[in-house]
């Protein structure tokens, strides 16, 4: 089987060249060439002497997964979906804004978390994705999208749980920064956790990002029902492991995301309760209005119950942003991201009646 390139970091590569007897600046050549030209061909690598060329062609390839739909929001979002196997698909979605341009990455298709209020976690698990899956939808996006490096912000909130495939987004994680590669700083890329402790500390430890915690709720009891995760790595534990991860992290808080779900989550009382809980970790918050799907059971906060809730933060002296709804029109919004992935465990036809979350 061909090696596929996109499955390699610097030190990845440098181990592929070294086993084949090549000068280990190769890596640094086909970094630039793959990833910063978004060149696939190695006929093209014009830098490279025609035997090495030649090499190349017959034990590797450059493999992005293949783009099977192509949707645009009327506000420029862009939703990619891109399939990845015989029976998966996962999606990409490219959030444009005038001084950056964000792109959103899964890593999972589907996901095990299952967060009620989540439609990727309805369909279930299936697999994580290889590197190659992951940084082929930053090299896709680059490829396909106009202007000189329009990704210059990379946010791990797609489908699936980043923490949980670590192997595979380390790698990915690292072409990110990699000045040879794409050359992002690590205060604009970011992985999303919906709280999964030890996946936090590895993290931390080999390769630390931003990072954004899914907290959704004020407390152990409600959030056991809204992230279910949580009834392994509760709270206080997630706290702690928020401080440790702080002592690495390239920026010095952490994003929380609450998602508003009215009735739910978003009484002045749970405000409160929040400013408690965010004391204990430096932080700003991201109020995220939640965005519907089929059969959800909830609803979105009004806008005024938002700017109330964002409010009673604020007045504690706490960061508020509230995310602006975009690209819902073509389901690209948060948590809308189904992608096409087989349904093994017939969540989706589990209905989880709203009193049943309530506090
Ligand atoms: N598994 C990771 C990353 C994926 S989700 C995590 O949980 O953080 C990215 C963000 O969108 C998370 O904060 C998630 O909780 C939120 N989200 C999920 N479903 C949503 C929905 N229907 N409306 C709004 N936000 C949602």
Request: hydrophobic share 40%.
């Amino acid at each position: 089987m061909k090696q596929n390139l996109l499955d390699l970091d610097a030190a990845g590569l440098g181990r592929f060249f070294e086993a084949r007897e090549e000068k280990p600046f190769r890596a640094r050549q086909l970094l630039h060439w793959i990833h910063q030209r978004g060149e696939s061909d190695f006929a093209r690598m014009s830098d490279l002497a025609r035997p090495l060329r030649d090499k190349l062609a017959l034990c590797a390839c450059i493999e992005a997964p293949r783009i099977v739909g192509d949707t645009a929001a009327q506000d420029g979002t862009r939703k990619w979906l891109l399939k990845v196997d015989g029976s998966n698909a996962v999606e990409a979605v490219f959030i444009p804004e005038p001084s950056r341009g964000t792109l959103c990455v899964s890593s999972q298709a589907g996901c095990v978390l299952d967060c009620a209020f989540c439609s990727t976690g309805k369909q279930g698990f299936n697999r994580n994705l290889g590197t190659a899956e992951i940084v082929g939808q930053l090299w896709l996006a680059n490829r396909l999208l106009e202007g000189e490096r329009p990704v210059t912000n990379v946010v791990m909130m797609g489908m699936g749980e980043p923490l949980l495939n670590l192997d595979n987004v380390i790698p990915a994680l690292r072409l990110m920064l990699d000045d040879n590669a794409y050359g992002l700083s690590r205060r604009r890329v970011t992985v999303s956790t919906a709280g999964v402790i030890p996946g936090m500390d590895r993290l931390r430890d080999e390769c630390p990002v931003a990072l954004a915690l899914s907290l959704h709720a004020p407390n152990d009891a409600l959030r056991d029902q809204l992230v279910p995760v949580n009834r392994k790595y509760p709270l206080r534990e997630l706290l702690a492991a928020c401080n440790r991860y702080l002592q690495k992290a390239p920026r010095d808080f952490i994003t929380l995301e609450y998602v508003m779900l009215e009735g739910v989550n978003d009484a002045d009382a749970q405000a409160r309760e929040l400013v408690a809980v965010a004391r204990q970790v430096r932080c700003k918050f991201n109020l995220i209005p939640f965005n519907p799907f089929p059969h959800s059971g909830f609803r979105r906060s009004s806008p005024e119950r938002i700017r109330r809730f964002a409010e009673i933060l604020q007045r504690a002296g706490l960061t508020v942003t509230t995310r602006k709804i975009r690209g819902d029109g073509i389901a690209a919004a948060c948590g809308q991201l189904a992608g096409d992935v087989a349904d093994r465990t017939q969540r989706s036809a589990r209905r989880i009646p709203l009193k049943e979350v309530r506090a």
